[in-house]
């Protein structure tokens, strides 16, 4: 989940819990999201993914909340337009993921992996990113994915340049 969520939809959380403030039940299923493939090339080689499509508030905002498996070919892109610096938390997210923070121009500038399931510690971009790629923890050790690899997907590809 995103840190920085508007405090309309925070107050909204306190008082229904986040998953029904964002239109959605606790597991209720990703497949209304929009998807697409997507390729991480580098020195480990090109990897594919099919992953959700997370480019609007709500669907930012909760994210992998709630999702209690992940296969592992699967993941979320998030998409911000105008590219910013994000923080992204744990809140209410059962699995360990690894999150790849991705510059406009598709070059993976930073990696956190195996993030800590249920945790509030803020999980910070090294500057501004157009997107964050979550993937199932261990997929970026398994597959030697690092920082300078990129990132081909549709949806960045259609972001402006900054």
């Given at each position: 989940?995103?840190?920085?969520?508007?405090?309309?939809?925070?107050?909204?959380?306190?008082?229904?819990?986040?998953?029904?403030?964002?239109?959605?039940?606790?597991?209720?299923?990703?497949?209304?999201?929009?998807?697409?493939?997507?390729?991480?090339?580098?020195?480990?080689?090109?990897?594919?993914?099919?992953?959700?499509?997370?480019?609007?508030?709500?669907?930012?905002?909760?994210g992998?909340m709630?999702?209690?498996?992940?296969?592992?070919?699967?993941?979320?892109?998030?998409?911000?337009?105008?590219?910013?610096?994000?923080?992204?938390?744990?809140?209410?997210?059962?699995?360990?993921?690894?999150?790849?923070?991705?510059?406009?121009?598709?070059?993976?500038?930073?990696?956190?992996?195996?993030a800590?399931?249920?945790?509030?510690?803020?999980?910070?971009?090294?500057?501004?990113?157009?997107?964050?790629?979550?993937?199932?923890?261990?997929?970026?050790?398994?597959?030697?994915?690092?920082?300078?690899?990129?990132?081909?997907?549709?949806?960045?590809?259609?972001l402006?340049?900054?």
């Amino acid at each position: 989940m995103i840190k920085r969520a508007g405090w309309l939809l925070a107050m909204a959380c306190l008082l229904t819990g986040p998953a029904q403030a964002a239109g959605q039940r606790p597991g209720a299923s990703l497949e209304h999201l929009p998807s697409e493939s997507l390729e991480v090339h580098g020195a480990g080689g090109t990897h594919r993914f099919t992953v959700w499509i997370a480019d609007d508030f709500e669907s930012r905002a909760r994210g992998l909340m709630f999702v209690r498996e992940l296969d592992p070919g699967r993941g979320m892109l998030f998409l911000f337009d105008p590219p910013e610096q994000v923080g992204f938390w744990m809140r209410n997210t059962y699995l360990s993921l690894d999150l790849l923070f991705i510059t406009p121009g598709g070059r993976i500038v930073n990696i956190i992996e195996r993030a800590r399931p249920l945790s509030l510690d803020s999980l910070e971009s090294d500057g501004a990113v157009a997107g964050v790629l979550e993937l199932l923890a261990g997929t970026v050790a398994r597959l030697g994915i690092r920082p300078g690899d990129r990132v081909v997907s549709p949806s960045l590809t259609a972001l402006p340049e900054s």
